[in-house]
């Protein structure tokens, strides 16, 4: 059971608009700034958002993030069949003095 | 070219012992907090470790602590994750990772990781 959570998977047409929520605490989310991973099968996570809505160079501005509260979300527009992959929230956890992820999201683009 | 190379993984039996290390290069590495972070097959990322850049303050997850230990070494840019009395759940793939730098915690570059399986 992970300290943050996520819906297990999601699902959307190529061309359209896809969120992915992260839900967490007083504690860890309401106190810190959120970061959010992609992972293809097989693969290391690489870095999409950090710091609740920076993009690192290179991340298209298909990818934004935003946070309110104890809570994030992930947006993805215009997708591409290529966006097919897991997707990871992540945070500090004051409580734990310890990073916290969320379970992980499954983004399938039909 | 900035890289994060990890060695060390393999087979042991539980409560066995093993070393896992990180070499990384490119990179101002001593200015760097890093982590540890693993993937059992199938499931989602786990935070392991971290570590501070400078004075070497370590944090740990507590279905570690006391048996895993994070250290590193600036003058060779490496880390090591001494992994004692191993169980069965931590059989995972363990990246090596490299914290952003700044005040917040993210993750910004990412090994490509070595397997840990833990099995009689």
């Known amino acids: 059971q992970s300290v943050l959570t996520q819906a297990p998977s999601v699902s959307a047409a190529p061309g359209q608009k896809v969120t992915i929520s992260c839900s967490g605490s007083?504690?860890?989310?309401?106190?810190?700034?959120v970061s959010w991973y992609q992972q293809f099968p097989g693969t290391a996570p690489k870095l999409l958002i950090y710091e609740n809505n920076k993009r690192p160079s290179g991340i298209p501005d298909r990818f934004s993030g935003s946070k309110s509260g104890t809570s994030a979300t992930l947006g993805i527009t215009g997708l591409q069949t290529g966006d097919e992959a897991d997707y990871y929230c992540g945070t500090w956890d004051n409580s734990l003095s310890g990073v916290v992820f969320g379970g992980g999201t499954k983004l399938t683009v039909l | 070219e900035v890289l994060l190379v990890e060695s060390g993984g393999g087979l042991v039996q539980p409560g066995g012992s093993l070393r896992l290390s990180c070499a990384g290069s490119g990179f101002a590495f001593n200015y760097y907090a890093m982590n540890w972070v693993r993937q059992a097959p199938g499931k989602g990322l786990e935070w392991v470790s971290g570590i501070s850049g400078r004075d070497g303050t370590t944090y740990y997850a507590n279905s570690v602590k006391g048996r895993f230990t994070f250290s590193r070494d600036n003058s060779k840019n490496t880390l090591s994750l001494q992994m004692n009395s191993l169980r069965v759940e931590d059989t995972a793939v363990y990246y090596c990772?490299?914290?952003?730098?700044?005040?917040?915690?993210?993750?910004?570059?990412w090994g490509r990781g070595t397997l840990v399986t833990v099995s009689s």
């Open positions: 990772a490299r914290q952003g730098y700044g005040t917040y915690w993210y993750i910004d570059l």
């Open positions: 007083s504690s860890n989310m309401g106190l810190n700034y």
